[in-house]
């Protein structure tokens, strides 16, 4: 088990270092001089130069690529020419945004999920399933930026009950800062529940289909107890996978629904990175939001191997 | 084939986009850039000569929708298929090859732990935005997922004895590969590039909304709803045909999918 551990922690390793290599020399093959594009069109060739050496663009790729690996394994992602700041500065600061809208809306597609997921199982080909299973086509097919639009017409302006844009921190006010949150958290939990919610399904059904289903109805248990103990807890390995992957690409999949509600988090970031080719900035939020999903998973992986025995069993089978 | 259900759905709505598609070609009312400022805003109604109405420059809405649909389907399409290829070109080389093996996985491995569409945008700032950047960053989002399918598929059918009789015949890898997997793998490609197109649609229309896309004039339904925010709290209509044009089209895509995924590999214990 723990050579399971140190293989998937390898791997993760790898990937990492994979990742470092693509977004350096993806973002290096950009056209024009970053030099350049700090100092504007009016220049001088002398300035451009100098700040050419200065920032080390006249070393090999290989050498650029080195230290800029070890400053980011201290933590230091350079300085963002569109803000003028720190790259971890600005991370840090949108780190909160970001993960409440995650975390939030990742609560809320998985009570979705698993509601609609379970009843779709047990009365499968019923009304109710057929139900579920259009929300799980629409919920996948529905554009996050256009039910964003919608909702900010109907909620924020028809009822205005809650704010359509900006972000409240919730040392602030927790009230304020839960409403600031609502809408994007739903609009995200509406792109994820349709996968979640096949996957509950589909490992429910089999779960549902085990001997140790008929064992349990044999002795005669109530309904709940057959469902809840037995069914769901054969059935949690897959979402709960599942589960961790979301959360982990919400992290940084954020993008589109931070425009539309004009939060500051990472996607905002991310945006205003690419439209002003800001190399610095790009290269260190993307490091940190693929690290960010790398580590997740991970985590997810080894915990999910050790709630669920069979995996462990399955695994050392296989080394 | 009993009542699917998910299929043929599926295919409706995607011969709806297609009637759309080729209608653009043969006629649209109004030229899809035409201004006509006098004319703005005009509310959709069907005795209008603006169906759909009219935008904020008084461009007709159904026509730019029409014009959209190309741009979408050639950004779509086009991408896919060029993922395919490479993935599964790059998938093959990886399972027949020993020593490109780790280096080609490990890369998908890489590309694969990008997510969402932070790859794609991350390729748009090196690419010159516009459809051929768009088709150029979705296809390298669809490589890995083919290299990856394609490689297990070779993987699982090389124990099988039809192979090891063809190997033992004397087949060369290419005949091998051409006659006996291609084939094999052909119903899960199928399934996977539907659903994938599916996905790029939505990825497309992510860009173009983000202003990362297809470029203003030309029309993208991403972009429409994108030039539409300024306005769409006064006018919400803006808003509705390019949302529908975008459901309509990914939904129909995910359907075949699904419905294949149920008839040709799933047969008879589909879960669905």
Partial sequence: MLGYVLDRFKSSIVVLFVVSVITFFVLMIIPGNPAQLILGTDATPEAISELHVAMGLDRPLYQQYLSWLLDLLKLDMGRSYVYGESVTVLIARSIPVTFSISIFAMILAVFIAFLFGMISAIKKNSIADYFSRSIMQLGAAIPSFWIGMVFIVYFGVKLKILPVSGFVPFEENFFKFIKSILLPSIVLAIGEVGTLLRIIRSSMLDSLKQDYMDMARVKGLSAGKIYIKYALRGALTAPLTIIGMQFAKLAGGTVVVETIFALPGLGRLVLTAVEHRDIVLLQGLVMFITSTVIIITLFVDISVMFLNPRIKKFKQGEL | ?272
């Fill in chain 2, 1 to 272: 084939m009993k009542n699917n259900v998910s299929l043929i759905l599926g295919i409706i709505l995607v011969l709806i986009i297609i009637v759309v598609w080729a209608l653009s070609f043969i006629y649209m009312p109004y030229p899809p850039n035409e201004m006509n400022i006098p004319n703005k805003f005009l509310k959709p109604s069907i005795d209008s000569e603006h169906i759909l109405g009219t935008d904020n420059f008084g461009r007709d809405i159904l026509s730019r929708i029409m014009y959209g649909s190309r741009n979408v389907l050639l950004v779509a399409i086009g991408s896919v298929t060029l993922g395919t290829l490479l993935g599964i070109f790059l998938g093959a080389v990886a399972a027949m090859k020993r020593f490109a093996d780790t280096i080609i996985m490990r890369i998908m491995d890489g590309l694969m732990a990008f997510p969402g569409i932070l790859l794609a945008m991350m390729l748009v700032t090196v690419l010159k935005r516009g459809i051929q950047g768009s088709i150029i960053a979705i296809s390298i989002f669809m490589v890995p997922v083919f290299s990856r399918l394609v490689y297990s598929m070779i993987q699982d059918t090389e124990t099988l004895l039809y192979i090891k009789a063809a190997k033992s015949y004397g087949s060369s890898r290419r005949q091998i590969f051409f006659r006996h997997y291609i084939p094999a793998m052909l119903p899960r490609l199928i399934t996977q590039f539907s659903s994938a197109i599916g996905s790029a649609v939505m990825i497309e229309t992510s860009l173009s909304f983000l202003g990362l896309g297809i470029q203003p004039p030309f029309a993208s339904w991403g972009l429409m709803l994108s030039e539409s925010r300024q306005f769409f709290l006064g006018y919400p209509y803006l808003a509705v045909a390019p949302g529908i044009a975008i459901i309509i089209t990914v939904l129909g895509f995910n359907l075949i999918g699904d419905g294949l995924n149920d008839i040709l590999i799933n047969r008879g214990n589909s879960n669905e």
